[in-house]
């Protein structure tokens, strides 16, 4: 099993920052993939940031530019630092990771872009 704990949501106002962090634990080996998602009101869940165990990223086209997935394989942490937010940015992020069996997901973390 693999817990995810994701933490730095929050509101925030038009052109604002915020840095999403995921503390990984458990089970963490072999996960060779982590992710990050959002889903709005009234909206599916969609993709907006992976990285996998080798560092390769990549990005929604909605958020290249201004969004960053990176980790830090010493504290098993993902982080996800979100720049230039807009009010469609307001959603619950969600962090997950796949491994060769099974897939986890966090439980959510709030972030609302609102003056």
């Known amino acids: 099993q693999v817990q995810l704990v994701e933490s730095g949501g929050g509101l925030v106002q038009p052109g604002g920052s915020l840095r999403l962090s995921c503390a990984a634990s458990g089970s963490i080996s072999n996960i060779f993939i982590m992710r990050w998602y959002r889903q709005a009101p009234g909206k599916q869940r969609e993709l907006v940031a992976a990285?996998?165990?080798?560092?390769?990223?990549n990005y929604a086209d909605s958020v290249k530019g201004r969004f960053t997935i990176s980790r830090d394989n010493a504290k098993n942490t993902v982080y996800l630092q979100m720049n230039s937010l807009k009010p469609e940015d307001t959603a619950v992020y969600y962090c997950n990771a796949d491994k060769t069996v099974g897939r986890y997901w966090g439980q959510g973390t709030q972030v609302t872009v609102s003056s």
């Open positions: 990285i996998t165990s080798g560092g390769n990223t």
